[in-house]
């Protein structure tokens, strides 16, 4: 895979600092940050929090005044800033690092412009955000996992259960009409492009938002679907193919 150097853009005011390392771990699997850039007002002491892990990370500070109350004088500096690095040719890529909305547009454009656009940000954020993305990761995903890596059980609790998203019919439909787009005559596809197609269909589908690290083993846990391991044309690795089960007593597909 080519590693496609990467934009990092934070908002600041709309990001909490606690688990930057795992951010940045994230991040890097889908390109290599070469640029890397964090907006807020400095003055302010709710951002104080974020001083130590810019050194570790090696996260360039933009220091953006609040001009006139009410107002985010830092989503303009963001903007104009990701505006100029897009002329610049220096990336392929962006990572917008926020859950404020008003960012929509902006991923909208740079995608327009042939850029990949990956998020970052809270559960809250809004829908319009998430879609205008290639992908979009949740930050709770990403705390979640180190909690559980910190935790010396080797199963998970119900409590843990809880962080996660409940996999309901509605995704589980999604699923399948994604099978069923890419499927052969026998109804089978590889699992790879049916990831692929879920992604654009909703970015912010992520095995991990259900407790699954990848999608095979959520594949598995869902009755309605079975899955084949092949060996590809050179025997050198296992392909994972996905079908939709038939429904027996009825004799077509649930």
């Known amino acids: 895979m080519i590693d496609i150097r990467l934009a990092v853009?934070?908002?600041?005011?709309?990001?909490?600092?606690?688990?930057?390392?795992?951010?940045?771990?994230?991040?890097?699997?889908?390109?290599?940050?070469?640029?890397?850039?964090i907006y807020?007002?400095?003055?302010?002491?709710?951002?104080?929090?974020?001083?130590?892990?810019?050194?570790?990370?090696?996260?360039?500070?933009?220091?953006?005044?609040?001009?006139?109350?009410g107002?985010?004088?830092?989503?303009?500096?963001?903007?104009?800033?990701?505006m100029d690095i897009l002329y610049s040719e220096k990336v392929d890529g962006f990572c917008l690092v926020s859950s404020d909305s008003d960012f929509t547009r902006l991923a909208t454009r740079l995608r327009e412009a042939?850029?990949?656009?990956?998020?970052?940000g809270e559960k809250k954020t809004p829908n319009p955000f998430i879609v205008a993305c290639d992908k979009f990761i949740y930050i709770e995903i990403l705390k979640n996992l180190t909690e559980e890596n910190t935790t010396a059980s080797t199963?998970?609790?119900?409590?843990?259960?809880?962080?996660?998203?409940?996999?309901?019919?509605?995704?589980?439909?999604?699923?399948?009409?994604?099978?069923?787009?890419?499927?052969?005559?026998?109804?089978?596809?590889?699992?790879?492009?049916?990831?692929?197609?879920?992604?654009?269909?909703?970015?912010?589908?992520?095995?991990?938002?259900?407790?699954?690290?990848?999608?095979?083993?959520?594949?598995n846990s869902i009755p309605n679907f079975e899955t084949e391991r092949r060996e590809d044309s050179r025997g050198r690795m296992k392909l994972i193919y996905v079908k939709i089960k038939e429904n027996k007593s009825k004799?077509?597909?649930?």
């Open 9 to 37: 853009l934070i908002d600041g005011d709309n990001i909490p600092s606690a688990y930057v390392k795992e951010m940045m771990e994230e991040i890097a699997k889908y390109g290599n940050p070469t640029i890397k850039r």
């Open 40 to 69: 807020g007002d400095w003055t302010k002491p709710h951002l104080s929090k974020w001083k130590n892990m810019l050194l570790e990370n090696a996260i360039t500070p933009i220091q953006q005044y609040g001009y006139t109350t």
């Open 71 to 82: 107002k985010n004088a830092t989503d303009s500096a963001m903007i104009i800033d990701a």
């Open 114 to 120: 042939g850029m990949k656009v990956y998020g970052i």
């Open 155 to 219: 199963t998970k609790s119900k409590a843990s259960k809880n962080k996660y998203d409940v996999l309901t019919q509605k995704d589980i439909k999604l699923i399948a009409a994604t099978i069923d787009d890419i499927a052969d005559d026998d109804g089978w596809a590889f699992l790879g492009d049916v990831g692929s197609l879920l992604q654009k269909k909703q970015p912010n589908f992520d095995s991990r938002n259900y407790g699954f690290q990848k999608l095979t083993p959520l594949i």
């Open 251 to 254: 004799g077509r597909k649930r």
